[in-house]
């Protein structure tokens, strides 16, 4: 199984290219993990935040691929435990040969977006900038295939 991060936002800061990296390195390849980088809409002065979702949303919806199970990062979504995430992710690796990521820009994911999804998952209560999120995703899905591999990196 693959998984993609499609993510708004390009040329994120070196800390999170890096920490991305470490995380997808460390995934083996019947479980591996890639970026795909979307332009985020121009922001402007005055600009509304749904006008900017809107254009985002035409992006990232290109490129959700037929069979893929898709989830959406939204802070509407469920809050699950990392055991919880390990138990989706064996399920996911029976039944999908990709499961896809969708995070949004600045503003979030538009409500067709999340409407698309087959899961809206938060991360947290908390709000943090998108491309901090990559980092955070890429943590917590190695962390749960380590949970199924029963390796001693989740204590």
């Not at 199984?1 to 920490?19: C, F, H, R, Y």
């Not at 809409?41 to 290109?62: F, H, N, P, S």
């Not at 538009?110 to 899961?119: K, T, V």
């Amino acid at each position: 199984m693959k998984m993609e991060l499609i993510a708004s936002g390009k040329q994120p800061p070196d800390w999170v290219t890096n920490g991305f990296n470490e995380y997808q390195r460390r995934l083996p390849p019947e479980c591996a993990l890639i970026l795909t980088e979307c332009n985020t809409a121009k922001r402007i002065k005055g600009g509304r935040a749904a006008d900017y979702q809107a254009a985002e949303e035409q992006i990232l919806m290109r490129q959700i691929k037929a069979g893929s199970f898709v989830v959406a990062l939204d802070k509407s979504g469920r809050q699950v435990s990392t055991e919880d995430l390990s138990s989706r992710l064996s399920g996911w690796l029976l039944n999908y040969p990709k499961v896809q990521f969708l995070i949004g820009g600045p503003d979030g994911l538009s409500q067709n977006c999340l409407a698309r999804a087959d899961w809206v998952l938060s991360l947290s209560a908390l709000t943090f900038p998108h491309f901090m999120v990559r980092v955070l995703m890429a943590e917590q899905l190695y962390r749960a295939w380590s949970i199924l591999k029963n390796h001693p990196y989740h204590k």
